[in-house]
């Protein structure tokens, strides 16, 4: 008998308890071997007070047993409430969300049978910082972060992933023609990481194309790795695609902790019907049973669940008059799986988890950080202002001086002095590139240049100082530069 693995359940919101019940009770049936314990999360607990949605004491349920298995909430909306996903994310350093996107055709409608794709997106970097300003009347800016090894960590965890469940191809998605720093460091991991891992075949796509060709043609697509954003954006659109929301799992995996989940909300338009389609938790939940070891009783929950696909047994999400068999409610649908566990499909290819290791995918030390000469060559300083760009850089000038030149004035990311274009559009908001005419700039240079601009009146709104790694420059070019 398979010792009992500890894990962490909480109801949720909406269908969330119903989807729940009928999970447990199919685990349960399977022989999972599972202690639980049941923390509270959601709609209650925001509305007690705690505006992260998850209480103290949750936390230290979800530390001793590093297992969660969550049912969706609903974040209320307003009133500084935080989403409970960012925050578990977040603290738990739950770096990887794995999303499998895979069509049912043709039990489920799809214009995409053959599509079997995963999709592994970062967690925790990027635009989801949520560091943003507003810079002057007119202008907002988000900072988007992306680290090297952050980037380390999603990229070997999509290889490993593809290694270990015998994928044999992943593919990068950026933008890097664009954010040639950020998304470009990402493209470079990649290719790096690449190299440790020959077996795999391996591509970088830009995302705009990728995400259409992700529409148009996802039997292109094996495992994708991508930035926050982007794997935010296409994983919704590639489980939309496959043909119903209610069909997806996904877990959150960290170092230490992991969480899993269906990808569907609370769905509250539905709830307390008992009508809920449970299979995305359940799905959900047959990735927890493969991180934690328990490969065998995952299969054979998603074999029954295939082959109560297969036999026609449908919830009213996916039910079709022509394909379908019966349309059942989620008891009902919990009632067939149960039914059908020991059964085979016959049509879909059976999962077989023998020697999936999930949970022990190794993810190897991050590569040691490489000493870089690291010089500071000037600084760009950010600037409300309203006029032309002549005039600015007239009153702007005589502030340099003390080895620091006006190397130029951008607006909105464009060159518009010397020698701007008339027809570029300006906003109130500007940036000085200042550089060292002898190479290297002191922190007092920078603050006495500052000191000149507030005494002439030209009040800053950020200073950022411009560095070079071996030579290399750590800031963009300026478009028109
Ligand atoms: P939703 O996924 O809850 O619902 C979208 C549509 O899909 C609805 O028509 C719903 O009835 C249907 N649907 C979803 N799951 C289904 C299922 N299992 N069976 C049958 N039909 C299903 O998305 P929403 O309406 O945008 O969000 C509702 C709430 O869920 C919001 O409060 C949102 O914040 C929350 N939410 C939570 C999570 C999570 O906890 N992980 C994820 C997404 C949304």
Redesign the pocket.
Known sequence: MTNKIAITVAR????GPE?MDSTLQILEGAGAALDIEEIRVGKDVYESGVKSGIPEDAWASLRRTKVFL???????QGGGYKS??VTIRKTLGLFANVRPCISYAPYVETKHPNMDIVIVRENEEDLYGGIEYRESPEVMASIKLISRPGTERIVRYGFEFAKAYGRKKVTCMTKDNIMKLTDGLFHKIFDEIGKEYPEIEQNHMIIDIGAAKVASAPHLFDVIVMPNLYGDIVSDIAAEITG???LGGSSNIGEHVAMF??????????AGRG??????LLLGSVMMLVHIGQGEVAARIHNAWLRTLEDGIH???IYRKDLSREQVDTAGFTKAVLARLGQMPEKFKPANYNGVNAGGLEIPHLTPYRDEKKERVGVDIGMNFDGTPEMLAEKILPCAGDDLQLLHISNRGVKVWPNGQPDTFCSDNWQLRFMSKSGTVRTSQVIALMDRLNKADMNFTRAIMLHTFDGVPGFSATQGE
Do not use: F, Q, R, Y
């Not at 949720?12 to 269908?15: E, H, L």
């Not at 009508?275 to 995305?280: L, V, Y």
């Open positions: 949720g919101d909406g269908i989807i969550k049912a969706p909430i609903t974040t209320p409970l996903n119903s929301v209610g989940e269906a990808i569907h909300g609370s769905a509250p338009d539905i009508i809920a389609n449970p299979s995305g919830t009213g999400d």
